[in-house]
T-cell receptor
Framework: SQQGEEDPQALSIQEGENATMNCSYK?????LQWYRQNSGRGLVHLILIRSNEREKHSGRLRVTLDTSKKSSSLLITASRAADTASYFC????????????FGQGTTLQVKP | GAVVSQHPSWVICKSGTSVKIECRSLDFQATTMFWYRQFPKKSLMLMATSNEGSKATYEQGVEKDKFLINHASLTLSTLTVTSAHPEDSSFYICSARDRGRGNTIYFGEGSWLTVV
């Protein structure tokens, strides 16, 4: 089952611009994670934010989490052509079993 | 380097045959592994939770007799697609939970299955 809704489904921007992707979920979570996937490849883990955290940074990535709204956002600043990929949020449910429920994903295209 | 390895990376099989995909944790013991399926341009769908030494737990709508999961050791889970049909063609990816590293989840590189 998919509990995450992501928007936009597709995003096209110019290099140097910022990209913001949003994710909403339905159930209680232990954590929320963001992954990147290049076409036809495996997943690359980007960042994990726990349910008691509100914001986290990693390099050009900034993730926010609003548990009251059951939503998260991923901001990529100063985007590069190499950032072109699909981005997925995944919620780790309460109990931290390791089971992840993925959102529908956002396809990001960064034009050089 | 990868801490979870999948094999094969890609496989082509004929309709009606069975194909096995392996998921190995390379430097930790994983009592729990997970199998996901991804259709082209779609998201990952959790298929089942693989439990070492016991039966797998399947998500709603996933046929357990179609997708056989065996987790016979602490470092290996296998997914067997039985009597494969072309609609089983998909990207299958596993993950494993490392309790020793704070329940960190590691994903395999994925396996492409094409049924012809």
């Amino acid at each position: 089952s998919q509990q995450g809704e992501e928007d936009p489904q597709a995003l096209s921007i110019q290099e140097g611009e910022n990209a913001t992707m949003n994710c909403s979920y339905k159930t209680s979570i232990n954590n929320l994670q963001w992954y990147r996937q290049n076409s036809g490849r495996g997943l690359v883990h980007l960042i994990l934010i726990r349910s008691n955290e509100r914001e986290k940074h990693s390099g050009r990535l900034r993730v926010t989490l609003d548990t009251s709204k059951k939503s998260s956002s991923l901001l990529i600043t100063a985007s590069r052509a190499a950032d072109t990929a699909s981005y997925f949020c995944a919620t780790g449910l309460s109990g931290n079993t390791g089971k992840l429920i993925f959102g529908q994903g956002t396809t990001l295209q960064v034009k050089p | 380097g990868a801490v979870v390895s999948q094999h094969p990376s890609w496989v082509i099989c004929k309709s009606g045959t069975s194909v096995k995909i392996e998921c190995r944790s390379l430097d930790f013991q994983a009592t729990t592994m997970f199998w996901y399926r991804q259709f082209p341009k779609k998201s990952l769908m959790l298929m089942a939770t693989s439990n070492e030494g016991s039966k797998a737990t399947y998500e709603q709508g996933v046929e357990k007799d179609k997708f056989l999961i065996n987790h016979a050791s602490l470092t290996l889970s296998t997914l067997t697609v039985t009597s494969a049909h072309p609609e089983d063609s998909s990207f299958y990816i596993c993950s494993a939970r490392d309790r020793g590293r704070g329940n960190t989840i590691y994903f395999g590189e994925g396996s492409w299955l094409t049924v012809v």
